[in-house]
């Protein structure tokens, strides 16, 4: 692909634009989404999308050609493609997250899983942390950078999802702090078994028969691996609390994320298997009970 087909002149931008904001609010779709795919793929700053300032600049370099956008513009539109997909990225903590559809696009509320194993390992800033079922490998990314004494372990069963961590890692210059591994669970951890200082995860929680409830954008496009949980939703969660006690040191912290109104029932879990203590529900910003915290007893 010649280069020229990247070179869009301001006007066509911004012609594009105007056009695509009212596609965009004809199909419920956020028009802000426009203004930051283009921040993205066209390098516009927020200042100069506001005041249509580029409108007037000879020329201007994308990423892919503007038909091409345009096309994964109406998939935006026709069959809910998120637009992280489009662009690829999305911003995560202090991050610029790469992303596809082998991997869940990241939450905002997942961040807070970072600050809580930051609070909860204030004594022990060092050691071996896993972060199970990694996907684009956030948990690990953020974890690394909190934790620079520690070395992180992290897992996922897809091998597409490890090549986009592992990109990340090296994107962002905390390769070296992290080791990824192919696998179910702890498995390929087996030989660390009761060194970890910490584990994270973020696991699938959907109840099966949810799935199909869910935004089109999610139920359509993001892989289903990372989102089914089982009947109830808990058999990844109920698979870590009774395996994790063999790979945890004593004092060792256990962190997840769940879905609202699972607390109970993880808490229950929790206090059965009889190996955890300091049990805690943590809310999230919106106030859902969404995040379980423990440690080896």
């Known amino acids: 692909m010649g280069e020229k087909h990247l070179i869009v002149s301001g006007l066509q931008l911004w012609q594009w634009r105007n056009a695509a904001h009212q596609a965009a609010g004809a199909t419920d779709v956020p028009p802000m989404e426009v203004d930051w795919l283009l921040q993205e793929v066209a390098g516009l700053d927020r200042l100069a999308l506001r005041l249509e300032s580029f409108k007037n600049w000879p020329q201007i370099q994308l990423q892919l050609p503007l038909e091409e956008l345009d096309q994964l513009w109406q998939r935006r539109l026709n069959d809910r493609l998120p637009v992280q997909y489009i662009a690829g990225v999305t911003p995560w903590r202090n991050f610029q997250i790469a992303v596809s559809s082998a991997v869940l696009i990241p939450r905002p509320e997942t961040e807070c899983l970072i600050d809580l194993a930051v609070a ?19 948990i690990a990314l953020g974890l690394a950078d909190v934790l620079p004494k520690a ?29 990824f591994y192919q696998g179910f669970w702890w498995e390929p951890l ?31 496009h993001e892989p289903h691996l990372a989102l089914d949980g089982g009947a109830d939703g808990l058999d ?15 004092g060792g ?29 943590h809310a999230d910003l919106a106030g859902i009970e969404r995040f379980a915290l423990a440690y080896k007893s």
């Open 151 to 179: 070395t992180i372990h992290a897992v996922d069963y897809s091998l597409e999802a490890l090549a986009i961590a592992q990109a990340n890692a090296d994107n962002l210059s905390l390769a070296d702090r992290i080791k």
């Open 236 to 250: 990844c969660i109920r698979h870590l609390i009774e395996i994790s006690p063999s790979y945890l040191r004593s």
């Open 120 to 138: 909860a390992n204030a004594s022990n800033p060092s050691g071996h942390w896993a972060d199970l079922g990694t996907g684009s490998g956030v």
């Open 190 to 220: 087996a030989f660390l078994k009761g060194q970890f200082s910490g584990m994270v995860s973020n696991p699938p929680y959907i109840p099966t028969s949810t799935l199909p409830t869910l935004q089109p954008e999610v139920v359509n």
């Open 253 to 281: 912290v256990w962190l997840i994320e769940m879905m609202a109104g699972q607390a109970d029932a993880v808490r229950e879990l929790l206090q059965n298997q009889g190996n955890y203590c300091k049990i805690q529900i």
